[in-house]
């Protein structure tokens, strides 16, 4: 099958299979070309020898962490649109993504109209950007949930949600 040129290329990292089925269907469906895998480092392969326009991005992996992938494409130099998903948002890893220039972040489980806007989003920078919208509703979560008991990061995270919303 030949693929448009015009495609959305997404590229999907996450070791739980149901993810990476759920966005195979969701590619299918939607017309995107959906590259997945199951690991950072096939992940660091794929995107060094192809081109994507918006990465979605698990956190925690057995051997590696979503950060560090996200800190090498940083790295080279790359201003590619990258997702953080992640079933248990903390703090210090929000913060770390926030610093390293993370697109959004996607807390699961998401729906499948959250996966199209955030699409839209990303590959149409003239629309709003959702985070700070997005990160403000983590952020009370995790207060109300009690999980915010570090000061210091509170202030980090409080710091950075403003710097978002004004530049």
Known sequence: MIKNPCTTRI???DDDENVRTFFGHVG???GWDIVLTENCCDAWHD???RRFDLVFL???FP???GIWLLARVRRMGSRLPVVIM???PKPDSIICALDLGVSDFLVKPFSLDT???IVQDATHPERTRKLPIRLREMICQDINKGNIIDMEAGVRMANLFLKITRG
Do not use: A, K, S, Y
Request: net charge negative.
């Open 11 to 13: 590229l999907v990292i």
């Open 28 to 30: 299918e469906m939607e």
């Open 47 to 49: 995107l060094q020898t």
């Open 58 to 60: 698990d956190l925690l």
């Open 63 to 65: 051997r590696n962490h």
């Open 86 to 88: 992640t079933g248990d």
């Open 115 to 117: 996966i199209r806007e």
